[in-house]
T-cell receptor, first 113, second 114 residues
């Protein structure tokens, strides 16, 4: 069965410093992985996706994630945080069932001036 | 192109009341989904519809029913609301061909059951 674990429920950074949001997955086959972002009182927006092409995936707003099969990880990074990055971030794995997605519990990112 | 729309945005119900949440998409997607979001639990799948005319249970279907009215519309019904159904409900849609599997989400319905 597929599952995903987000290792931090809250991350706090200063504006201009790097962001690292950690995600480990479990999958019995080569997975499709996603990061979604949810700003307060909004729906979810796709940041980036991995579907067995390049292991380093670039997304919107300067975010990227690296798929590491040996570590079963798909961590999200950004070199320099912006105040507008404050949001909740979800790591998601395709379940292998009929186009069903399995969501992590989420990481709330706070960005301080 | 509005994407995925949901109505209403907010709703307060008393225990035992019924209501229907509406969802529509204009992206010509085959598949549609209903999720609930609770604090610290991410999103959990309630029901999904792989294509027009089909529906299937997800992870947490108890207390809910769905209708895929046509390709555009997918509704979620609470027949007898309970406080445990207080949550934020999201509708999503996706194209089913190819390998992308990405889903597009509506803005959500915030439901409180008292």
């Amino acid at each position: 069965a597929q599952s995903v674990t987000q290792l931090d429920s809250h991350v706090s950074v200063s504006e201009g410093t790097p962001v690292l949001l950690r995600c480990n997955y479990s999958s019995s086959y080569s997975p499709s992985l996603f990061w979604y972002v949810q700003h307060p009182n909004k729906g979810l927006q796709l940041l980036l996706k991995y579907t067995s092409a390049a292991t380093l995936v670039k997304g919107i707003n300067g975010f990227e994630a690296e798929f590491k099969k040996s570590e079963t990880s798909f961590h999200l990074t950004k070199p320099s945080a912006h105040m507008s990055d404050a949001a909740e971030y979800f790591c998601v794995v395709h379940s292998g069932g009929y186009n069903k997605l399995i969501f992590g519990a989420g990481t709330r990112l706070a960005v301080h001036p | 192109n509005a994407g995925v729309t949901q109505t209403p945005k907010f709703q307060v119900l008393k225990t035992g009341q019924s209501m229907t949440l509406q969802c529509a998409q204009d992206m010509n997607h085959n598949s549609m989904y209903w999720y609930r979001q609770d604090p610290g639990m991410g999103l959990r799948l309630i029901y999904y519809s792989a294509s027009e005319g089909t529906t299937d249970k997800g992870e947490v279907p108890n207390g809910y029913n769905v209708s895929r009215l046509n390709k555009r519309e997918f509704s979620l019904r609470l027949e007898s609301a309970a406080p445990s159904q207080t949550s934020v409900y999201f509708c999503a849609s996706s194209q089913t061909s190819g390998f992308s599997y990405e889903q597009y989400f509506g803005p959500g319905t915030r439901l409180t059951v008292t």
